[in-house]
């Protein structure tokens, strides 16, 4: 089998996708997902214009060949706009791969170690009672875990709430919005929503919360112990992860678990986080790590140190990176948890998908392949625009994490 062609497509249903077609001498074709958010065309014009003709006449089926071609015969390595576009083209050949052996992707991956996927999904407020009606509604859609954010007094929308968050849709504005940020507004207010949380949800429903990078370590370790009564499921994101180091003092303050990594790009970026046993989780996600070629090796390496999958599955990684990801969610033994924030009917529309969700499971569906395809002409309708996510600057204007 050849590689005939490989096209790169950025669709705007809603929000802007960068999706990536394989197409072979027999006719199968693999689609992966290729989208960073705000840097969509990085990622376009890296594949177009310097991956795709190296791929040209050589044979789909060598995926691993291909990983390696792509990311050591680069010379320059690692990094977000890369690694986007290493993850599509081996998340589109693992679809071919597994289409050409009709296969459903996780039956190549070693089968089923689980009957469905537990995911978790968004819940916000800009006041305490707002986010605890918010949960209260996802738990009445079945959701067995839900991630809960709230507005902070005297701060304009922050992340997660309001207009802040994934939603950054075309129709946002064109350049980046800038948001204010106080983590000392913050600090004493997650405590306040999680008491009323537990109060009103009881104990049973998996209660998640991310802090987006904004703390430094002995804040997030003083939150993490704050947080301790109400026993989280998680508190993602505490400290940027840049200095995997960090994490040691968040671990010797606090029993509440962590997870990081829905940023990271390669092993190397978890590496002493996994090996230390200074996360509970890593969010790895099909698009941003590698695709399914390095992701399951992240995984692999996790649950040697007893640290659980959950990969990233916002609404800003195409279905296709979703459809890819519950395949590995549903083989890896190791597995925590999916997220998965949903998509509009418009985004859906774009990628006819086999998944299936019911009573807070996900099921990534026994079609060939990973199940998710491309409608090229609806795509079509909805050309890229411009679009980027906020920027953070604290109240006396220093820029800030987001
Ligand atoms: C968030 C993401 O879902 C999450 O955990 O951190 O929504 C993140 O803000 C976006 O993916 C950024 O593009
Ligand atoms: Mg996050």
Not at 152 to 164: C, F
Not at 188 to 213: Q, S
Not at 237 to 258: C, W
Not at 284 to 306: K, Q
Request: glycine share 8%; proline share 5%.
């Amino acid at each position: 089998m050849k590689i005939t062609d490989i096209k790169v497509f950025v669709t705007c249903p809603g929000r802007n996708f960068v999706t990536v077609k394989v197409y072979t001498d027999q006719g199968l074709t693999g689609v992966g997902d290729a989208t960073l958010n705000g840097r969509e065309l990085a990622v376009a014009s890296y594949l177009k214009d310097h991956v795709v003709p190296c791929l040209l006449d050589r044979d789909p089926m060598r995926s691993e060949d291909i990983w390696h071609y792509l990311y050591r015969g680069a010379y320059w390595r690692r990094g977000p706009v890369t690694m986007a576009a290493i993850a599509a083209i081996d998340t589109a050949l693992w679809d071919l791969k597994a289409k050409a052996a009709n296969m459903p992707l996780y039956q190549l991956l070693g089968g089923a170690s689980r009957d469905r996927v537990l995911c978790y999904t968004h819940a916000q407020g800009r006041e305490i009672s707002e986010a605890v009606d918010a949960v209260g509604a996802r738990i009445e859609q079945g959701y067995k875990a839900v991630r809960a954010q709230v507005g902070i007094p005297g701060l304009p929308d922050v992340y997660g709430t309001g207009s802040s968050g994934v939603t950054n849709t075309a129709a946002d504005s064109d350049l980046p919005k800038e948001e204010v940020w106080s983590t000392a507004k913050y600090m004493p207010r997650i405590p306040a929503l999680f008491e009323e949380l537990r109060a009103a949800h009881g104990a049973d429903v998996h209660l998640l919360h991310d802090t987006h990078h904004r703390l430094t370590p002995i804040e997030a370790a003083r939150l993490a112990k704050d947080l301790e009564p109400y026993r989280l499921f998680w508190l993602e994101d505490t400290v940027p992860a840049e200095n995997q180091d960090g994490f040691r003092l968040i671990r010797q303050h606090s029993t509440t678990p962590l997870a990081v990594g829905e940023v990271f790009n390669t092993i190397w970026d978890c590496k002493q986080l996994i090996e230390e046993q200074l996360i509970d989780f890593i969010r790895t996600t099909c698009v941003h790590a590698g695709g399914p070629t390095a992701l399951r090796r992240i995984m692999d390496f996790a649950g040697v140190h007893h640290v659980r999958t959950a990969c990233h599955g916002a609404a800003d990684m195409s279905p296709i990176c979703l459809g890819a990801n519950l395949h590995l969610d549903l083989w890896v033994p190791n597995f925590g948890i999916q997220e998965y924030s949903g998509y509009t009917d418009e985004m859906l529309s774009v990628f006819p998908h086999a998944w299936t969700f019911s009573d807070g499971y996900l099921h990534p569906g026994d079609a060939p392949g990973h199940g998710v395809d491309f409608d090229e002409t609806l795509a079509d309708k909805h050309p890229y625009q411009r679009a980027y996510l906020p920027v953070n600057r604290l109240e006396d204007g220093t820029l800030w994490h987001w």
